[in-house]
Every structure is written in structure tokens, then in C-alpha cells.
């Protein structure tokens, strides 16, 4: 989705690529967390409704 150092990208990335996996019906998607700090608390955030707060720590 991007590089850690451009959130500003990543964020743009995920959005549009949630989208996309809801229209293909994708049943998983495996993510490396970010920081949640400043835009990465928003990108954190919509990662954790959109697994409907089912997160599997590995």
C-alpha cells in the first residue's frame, strides 16, 4: 500500500483497496499494523471496522 514513511499514501491505498476487495468479495486480508499516531490512528482505525474488530495478533 505504501511506504511507513508516506501514511498520507497508504491511507489514499487503503481506502481504495478496501473498496476493491469488498466488490471482488475477498474473505481475508492479512495487514502489517502501523503506529497509531496522528493518520496512522485513522488507518488503524478503519482496518479494525472493516475486520469487524476480529484481529488475530501474530
Known amino acids: 500500500m505504501g ?5 498520507t499514501t497508504v491511507a489514499k491505498n487503503l ?3 478496501l473498496r476493491k476487495f469488498d466488490e471482488e ?7 502489517e499494523g502501523i503506529t497509531p499516531k496522528g493518520l496512522g490512528l485513522a488507518v488503524m ?14
Request: no cysteine.
Open 3 to 7: 511506504s511507513r514513511k508516506d501514511l
Open 45 to 58: 482505525d478503519r482496518l479494525r471496522k472493516a475486520a469487524g474488530f476480529n484481529i488475530i495478533k501474530a
Open 15 to 17: 481506502f481504495r483497496l
Open 25 to 31: 468479495k475477498v474473505d481475508m486480508i492479512i495487514v
